[in-house]
C-alpha cells in the first residue's frame, strides 16, 4: 500500500472513480485540499460564490452525465447553506458525493460541530472521517453508496487532522452494481390479468422509470392494453409527450388529477411516489374499489402512503417491460379491441388538450405582456431540435412543458421536489454534461434570485447557457397555491395576496451585466424569439429577462 497524505489519498480517490467535475466553495477547513488541486488537473473544478449553486450544478450534471460529482463544502456554515436543496436529493434519489472539511479532532474541548449528524437526515449516507487511515476506504463506500439503488446524496466530513496525517491506503475504485433486476413473474402475471381486464387502466409514470430500464417499455405497455399515461414527480423524459397517450402530468392538489386516478379502475404507478404533494387531503387518492399496482426500485416507496395491492421490487423500465412482454402473450381478441377502443379515447383527449393549450398560448401572444404560455410556445417554435433544456420555470413550468412536449431521453430535465432555486446552477450543470449542444435554463424569477451568484460561475467559466427568466414581479407559485389551500379548506377565493409581490421589480439584466453576462429585457413573442434565437447562436452566456403577464 502507498504511504501518502490524506488530502492526496482523497484527491487520488476520486480520480479513481472517475471524477471529473467538482463544483465548490471553499473555506479555510478546506485549504489542504485546494493546496494541492493545481497538481490534478484531470479533475475540473468550479468556483460557485453560494452553495446552493454548486448543489445545483452537481444535480444537472449527475442527471444529464450519469456520473456522479462531488460537491465540496464549507464546514457547518457553508454546508448548511446546501442543506436546503439536499432535501430533494434524498427524495428524488440524485446520486452525488459531497464533502466538508472540519476542525481537527484534537479541539473537542473547544468545541467542533458534528457535521455528520447535520447532514444525516439529508443523506442517504452521512459519517465522518477522522483518521488519514480511512479516507480511501470510506471515499469508496461514499460512491457505492450514491450510486446503488435506492440512489441519492452521500455526505462525508474530513477533520482537518485527517488532510494532513500520512497513512498507508489502498487507491481502488467502488464497484458500479448494475441493479436492473426483473420482476418476479407470479407478481408480473397477477398484474396483467388486472390489466386486461380493466376498463379503465391508467399508467403513471415517474423520474425511475427512465433511469432504471428507460421508457420502451412504459410506451409498449400504454400501447397494448389502451392505458392513458400520466406523469407523476415527473422531471425527466420518461414517456414521450407527443405520445397521442399521453394525459399530461398529475398535481395532486388539483381536482382534475384527483378525479382522473379515481375515475380508473387499475392503477399502475412506476418509478414514482404514490401520491406526493404538499397539502394533506383526507381519504385515499386511488378509489376503493380499484386496484393499484406500483412498481419501484425503491421498497421504501411500495406501499407507503396508498394501500397496494400488488407491489412488484425491481427496475421500473425493466418491469414496465415484462408487463408488456406478458400482455402481448396472454391477451384475447375481445381485450385487444378493448383496448383499441380505450386507446383512440385516449387519444382524442390528449389533442383536445394539447390543443386547449395551444389556443390558450395564442390568445397570449396578443397580451401585453405576454402570457407564460405564449412565452413557452415561442420558445418551442424558436429553439433548435437538439437543444437541452433545464425547466425551472415554476408558475410558468406547466407552460413550457406543454409546449416543448419533450420525447427524446436527454433533451429535457426539471426541478425535483418542492425547494426553490435549482435552475441556475443546474443548468450549468446541464451543459457541462452537454458541451456540444446548445443549453436553455427556464428560471422563474423568485427562484433565480436564490441562486443569481451563478452567473458569476457561467461567465468566469465561459460556459454559454441561456437564461430565460420568466419576469412577472411576484411568486405567482405562491398565489396559485394559496387558492389550492382556499379551496381544499372550503374558504372563499381570496381577494389579495400579501406579501408574494415584488413591487420595485428586479432588473435582470443588470444582474447579468454585474456579473459579466450579456443580458437583454424583452417584453412581446416577436422580441422575444429574435432576442432567443440571436443568443443560442452567439454562443455566449445570456440572460433574457422576459417579461410576462403575473394574472392568475
Request: hydrophobic share 40%.
Amino acid at each position: 500500500m502507498p504511504e501518502l497524505a490524506g488530502k492526496h489519498a482523497l484527491l487520488k480517490m476520486l480520480q479513481a472513480e472517475g471524477v471529473r467535475q467538482m463544483f465548490g466553495q471553499p473555506g479555510t477547513s478546506e485549504a489542504p485540499m485546494m493546496d494541492i488541486m493545481p497538481d490534478y488537473p484531470d479533475i475540473g473544478y468550479y468556483l460557485v460564490l453560494q452553495e446552493g449553486v454548486s448543489i445545483g450544478m452537481a444535480e444537472g450534471y449527475a442527471r444529464a452525465s450519469g456520473n456522479v460529482p462531488l460537491v465540496s463544502l464549507h464546514i457547518d456554515n457553508g454546508m448548511a447553506n446546501g442543506l436546503s436543496l439536499m432535501i430533494d436529493m434524498k427524495y428524488s434519489g440524485t446520486p452525488m458525493v459531497l464533502t466538508a472539511g472540519n476542525k481537527d479532532i484534537r479541539k473537542m474541548a473547544p468545541g467542533r460541530s458534528d457535521l455528520a449528524e447535520m447532514a444525516r437526515p439529508f443523506a442517504k449516507w452521512s459519517t465522518e472521517i477522522t483518521h488519514a487511515e480511512q479516507m480511501a476506504s470510506v471515499m469508496r463506500r461514499a460512491f457505492q453508496e450514491a450510486r446503488t439503488a435506492p440512489t441519492g446524496p452521500v455526505f462525508v466530513s474530513i477533520s482537518a487532522n485527517a488532510f494532513d496525517d500520512v497513512a498507508d491506503v489502498d487507491i481502488l475504485p467502488s464497484t458500479d452494481v448494475r441493479m436492473m433486476p426483473p420482476a418476479d413473474q407470479n407478481a408480473v402475471e397477477e398484474a396483467c390479468a388486472l390489466i386486461a381486464n380493466a376498463e379503465r387502466p391508467i399508467l403513471i409514470v415517474g423520474d425511475r422509470v427512465g433511469e432504471f430500464g428507460g421508457a420502451d417499455g412504459a410506451v409498449r405497455l400504454a400501447e397494448l392494453a389502451g392505458m392513458k399515461a400520466y406523469g407523476h414527480a415527473y422531471a425527466t423524459m420518461n414517456f414521450p409527450t407527443s405520445h397521442p397517450l399521453w394525459q399530461g402530468v398529475l398535481n395532486m392538489r388539483t381536482q382534475e388529477a384527483v378525479d382522473a386516478v379515481r375515475a380508473a379502475d387499475v392503477v399502475v404507478a412506476a418509478g414514482c411516489p404514490v401520491f406526493e404533494d404538499f397539502f394533506y387531503q383526507p381519504g385515499q387518492f386511488v378509489a376503493g374499489d380499484s386496484k393499484l399496482i406500483h412498481i419501484d426500485i425503491n421498497p421504501g416507496e411500495i406501499g407507503k402512503s396508498e394501500p397496494t395491492d400488488i407491489g412488484i421490487l425491481g427496475a421500473p423500465g425493466v418491469a414496465l417491460g415484462q408487463l408488456a412482454d406478458q400482455l402481448s402473450e396472454t391477451m384475447t381478441g375481445s381485450q385487444i379491441e378493448a383496448a383499441k377502443g380505450r386507446a383512440e379515447s385516449a387519444a382524442q383527449a390528449s389533442a383536445a388538450r394539447h390543443q386547449a393549450y395551444l389556443d390558450l398560448a395564442a390568445k397570449g401572444m396578443k397580451s401585453s405582456p405576454m402570457t407564460g404560455a405564449a412565452m413557452g410556445k415561442v420558445m418551442a417554435d424558436t429553439m433548435p431540435e437538439d437543444v437541452v433544456v433545464f425547466n425551472d420555470g415554476v408558475s410558468s413550468s406547466g407552460f413550457v412543458f406543454e409546449a416543448l412536449q419533450p420525447s427524446t431521453p436527454g433533451s429535457y430535465y426539471g426541478c425535483r421536489g418542492q425547494a426553490t432555486g435549482w435552475g441556475i446552477g443546474a443548468t450549468l450543470g446541464v451543459k457541462l454534461a452537454n458541451p456540444d449542444r446548445p443549453v436553455v435554463g427556464v428560471i422563474g424569477d423568485g427562484s433565480a434570485m436564490m441562486t443569481i451568484q451563478g452567473m458569476y460561475t457561467s461567465a468566469n467559466y465561459g460556459l454559454p447557457v441561456v437564461y430565460v427568466i420568466c419576469n412577472n414581479s411576484s411568486y405567482k407559485i405562491l398565489k396559485v397555491n394559496m387558492n389550492h389551500y382556499h379551496r381544499l379548506n372550503d374558504m372563499p377565493m381570496p381577494d389579495h395576496y400579501f406579501g408574494f409581490d415584488f413591487p420595485a421589480g428586479i432588473d435582470f439584466v443588470a444582474q447579468a451585466k454585474a456579473y459579466g453576462m450579456h443580458g437583454e429585457r424583452v417584453e412581446n413573442p416577436d422580441d422575444f424569439a429574435t432576442a432567443l434565437d440571436g443568443a443560442i447562436r452567439s454562443g455566449e452566456p445570456t440572460v433574457l429577462d422576459v417579461i410576462i403577464d403575473a394574472a392568475l
